[in-house]
């Protein structure tokens, strides 16, 4: 899987505070990983589909009678938008999210016997998915060593100081040049909970964070 490729700096002091960032992640979170329930890379695949756009909380308050009714890829490719629908009603866009999950079911059928092929393209490919949701995939799934930037990571990559971009793939670039490979996975998840629990997107709880003596809290205006 190759990155995506870009030409520019990364921020002024970024290489300083990476090895401080990640000190305190593993110190706060030393057993971070994805919140969404899964029991196989197709449970996995669907979960991280449904979780655009929406809380981890709300797919799995879902997914238990998704699972129960489509235990795999060959029982969801029998069925319709249609029939998955009032089974994800709870989650936001629902209506897109059955179109793609009966129509990567099939393709999952059709192309990988089944399976969630452990293949960056070939997840990209499948209807639903992109880079994001490849790379949680394959880090959860298969121990392959990625960042998948969601709102949380890019947020926090650019209040942190360690990339200027608002693009995914660019701060996914950036956060790799800046932290030891075999740290990525652990990476993304705990910096997701860092930006629910302590670094909120318009409060951040600044006086409860480890990381406040190296911060340069970009785009964070002072309130009262």
């Known amino acids: 899987m190759s990155s995506p490729r870009r030409a520019s700096r990364l921020p002024a002091g970024a290489r300083t505070r990476a090895p401080q960032v990640l000190s305190v992640l593993q110190a706060t979170y030393p057993d971070a990983r994805t919140e969404l329930a899964f029991t196989s890379p197709f449970e996995l ?3 991280t589909v449904l979780s655009a756009q929406a809380t981890d909380v709300s797919v799995n308050a879902a997914t238990p009678a998704l699972f129960a009714r489509y235990p795999d890829a060959h029982a969801m490719s029998a069925a319709t938008p249609e029939d998955i629908e009032p089974l994800i009603r709870s989650i936001g866009l629902y209506r897109g999210k059955a179109r793609n999950l009966a129509a990567l079911a099939r393709l999952l059928v059709e192309r990988h016997g089944g399976e969630v092929p452990n ?106």
């Open 45 to 47: 695949l669907v979960a």
């Open 119 to 224: 293949d960056f393209d070939a997840v990209v490919a499948l209807p639903g998915a992109g880079r994001k949701t490849a790379n949680v995939v394959l880090s959860n799934a298969y121990d392959y060593p990625a960042i998948a930037v969601d709102t949380h990571v890019g947020r926090l990559a650019r209040r942190l100081g360690l990339s200027t971009h608002t693009n995914p793939d660019h701060v996914e670039t950036d956060l790799q040049k800046l932290f030891p490979r075999d740290r990525w996975v652990f990476l993304h998840h705990a910096l997701i909970l860092h930006g629910r629990r302590v670094c909120h997107a318009r409060r951040p709880d600044c006086a409860a964070c480890a990381m406040a003596a190296f911060c340069p809290r970009v785009g964070v205006v002072a309130g009262p």
